[in-house]
């Protein structure tokens, strides 16, 4: 959704923002592999210690 440029500036900005290139997507990849995403999601939020091994209706995909 990002050019390059602009995703370096969000990366020097947020200190725990990460960028993930998915090939083949248009503007909407949560609507078209929603697993993928969710798993993307999922690993980011866990590994910056948002989620709990007790978290509610978290799954792994």
């Not at 923002?17 to 999922?42: C, I, Q, T, Y």
């Amino acid at each position: 959704m990002f050019d390059a440029s602009h995703q370096l500036a969000l990366e020097d900005e947020l200190s725990k923002a990460k960028s993930f290139h998915m090939d083949g997507f248009g503007r909407n990849p949560h609507w078209e592999d929603a697993e993928m995403v969710s798993a993307v999601l999922h690993d980011f939020f866990r590994d910056h210690y948002c989620l709990t091994a007790s978290s509610a209706g978290m799954h792994r995909f």
